[in-house]
């Protein structure tokens, strides 16, 4: 009892978001597990505990719980051969969620197909719609059993009854349902979305004044076939039926006795097959940390990616695009997504450096995948800022004090909080001055930026320049520039020294000349 009270827990908070009641339910559930792996009483029959432990490991998986306890229970179901068609499906489905190669299950549950298009309880009984909704439910992930999967749902449309229903019951008609909305997502044939439709309008006749069908079984099994149909249709009045029963669901004590019945389907809400593409309640969002930018900027763009639906999402691969122009500024243009749960979401952030010299103008920039995207527009401005720093002809023998003229040619008001020169390379006694002034719209400011003696050596120097600065409407800023400097005057090192050489020589000379009575200069 305790067991089934557990999943049917989780199956609530996996299906709605509930992160935390899933958590603890999932962390009482993992504490049941049988020594051997499996989930369940051995008094039910190995074809029942196989049935049984697939759905609680396919819930635990679909959770997030890729620990021992789906490792240990995924072994022991590989050892039991099941040969029953609803103990086979589910574990399919567990196996293939977990990574595990399926071929031989998925040959084995195609083999028992009959000639009716329908699965009976083994190979070789007749046909019921339990078994042959069970088995297309398992075959949905797997595109080569369409045709298998088509002759099933067939085999259901001929046994659906007049008023919508499947037998008369509230388990095999939500599991007819939810097959028929797999086939329908697939094929986009009318004839499958119309009979869901029926069996929900049977649901809906047939609940009760509480909100529940006639076990917990039935009602768990309910409240997903109609999830998948609200995915599928949008129709509130679909969602407003689901509802009622999950609130039912998880305020009320369930009876002793019920313990058998809830047991074959311990997982009935747990596993929430892909009915429906979950991006078709997926959102994508993005923004960026600075929308407005100027070249040589640092800008990060941020998208965020929520599972909305009542599947859990595999496989997600997102692609960000950016205009040529910004191409060399940016590392990382693919994102990939293992699993995203239902009722989760996943956040990345990249970082876009802004050419230097990038052309003004409105960058679209777009995160997509599959179905789902999301864009944001990126305005790149021209400086507002100009600058000059004089002297720009400098002698190499001779400290100089340089002063900067900035110059605001934008519409709005800036206050300058810093601009750093960065002089190396040869320069040298070198002093930095802290420059902060305000700076109106359209006016000039000059002030004295550093001192330095220029490099030794003649020619062009270029000096970059980082300018930080801030206004109400664009946030902390920086641009990044340069300013050329040509040395010349004063006499180069190397004719200096070529200078002191040649006079050396000629005093030698001449001191010989004296001494030997030579006339070694002359």
């Known amino acids: 009892m305790r067991l089934a009270l557990l999943v049917v827990l989780i199956m609530l908070c996996v299906g709605h978001g509930w992160a935390e009641e899933a958590d603890t339910a999932a962390s009482a559930l993992v504490s049941l ?19 049984t432990t697939a759905r609680v490991l396919a819930g635990l998986l679909y959770y ?17 051969s099941p040969k029953d068609t609803a103990a086979l499906s589910e574990a399919i489905k567990v196996l293939h969620l977990s990574g595990r190669p399926v071929e031989p299950e998925l040959l084995g549950l195609v083999e028992y197909q009959n000639t009716d298009g329908g699965w009976g309880k083994t190979d070789g ?11 297309i ?16 749902g067939e085999y259901l449309l001929k046994e659906q009854g007049a008023d919508g229903g499947f037998e008369d019951s509230a388990l095999i008609t939500s599991n007819c349902v939810y097959a028929l909305v797999m086939l329908y ?25 509480e909100g529940v069908w006639d ?3 039935s009602t768990g099994n309910a409240i997903i076939a109609l999830g998948a149909l609200y995915l599928l249709t949008g129709d509130e009045d679909v969602k407003a039926l689901g509802d009622r029963a999950k609130e039912w669901m998880a305020s009320s004590q369930q009876d002793e006795e019920d313990a058998l019945a809830i047991s074959w389907n311990l997982a009935a809400l747990t596993y929430t097959v892909q009915v429906a593409p979950a991006q078709s309640k997926t959102t994508l969002s993005a923004s960026l940390t600075q929308d407005y930018v100027f070249g040589s900027d640092v800008t990060r763009i941020k998208f965020k990616i929520e599972n909305r639906g009542l599947s859990n999402m595999k496989n997600v691969s997102l692609l960000l695009s950016v205009p040529k122009e910004l191409n060399a500024g940016i590392n990382k243009t693919s994102f990939f997504i293992d699993s995203l749960l239902s009722g989760r979401s996943m956040e990345f952030e990249e970082v876009i450096q802004i050419p230097d010299g990038a052309v003004a103008g409105e960058y679209p920039i777009i995160i997509s995948g599959d179905a789902i995207s999301a864009s944001v527009t990126l305005h790149v401005m021209e ?10 002809e400098l002698k190499s ?68 320049v980082e300018i930080e600065f801030e206004s109400p409407e664009l946030g902390e800023r920086k641009i990044s520039s340069s300013q050329k400097f040509l040395v010349g005057g004063g006499v180069p090192s190397g004719v200096l020294k070529l200078m002191l050489y040649g006079t050396l020589v000629l005093s030698v000379m001449m001191l010989l000349n004296l001494l030997l009575g030579y006339d070694l200069v002359g």
């Open 383 to 392: 400086s507002p800022l100009i600058f000059e720093i004089s002297p720009t």
């Open 125 to 135: 009984f007749e046909s019921t719609t339990w078994y042959t909704s069970s088995a």
């Open 215 to 217: 076990s917990t079984t």
């Open 137 to 152: 439910i398992a075959l949905g992930p797997f595109e080569d059993y369409l045709d298998s999967r088509l002759a099933g």
């Open 185 to 209: 997502d697939t094929t986009k044939r009318d004839e499958f979305a119309l009979a869901a439709l029926g069996g929900y309008q049977w649901l809906n006749n047939t609940i009760d004044d």
């Open 33 to 51: 597990q049988n020594a051997d792996g499996s989930f369940g009483s051995e008094d039910l029959g190995s074809q029942s505990q196989v049935y």
């Open 64 to 80: 997030g719980e890729e620990s021992g306890t789906a490792l240990k229970g995924i072994e022991w179901i590989k050892l039991q």
């Open 397 to 464: 023998d001779e400290p100089t004090d340089f002063k900067i003229q900035i110059t605001n040619i934008g519409d709005m008001g800036f206050f300058i909080k810093n601009i750093t020169p960065v002089v190396d390379g040869g320069w040298r006694g070198v002093e930095l001055n802290s420059v902060q002034v305000e700076l109106e719209a359209g006016s000039s400011k000059s002030a004295a930026l550093f001192s330095a003696m220029a490099p030794e050596e003649r020619g062009e120097y270029n000096v970059p």
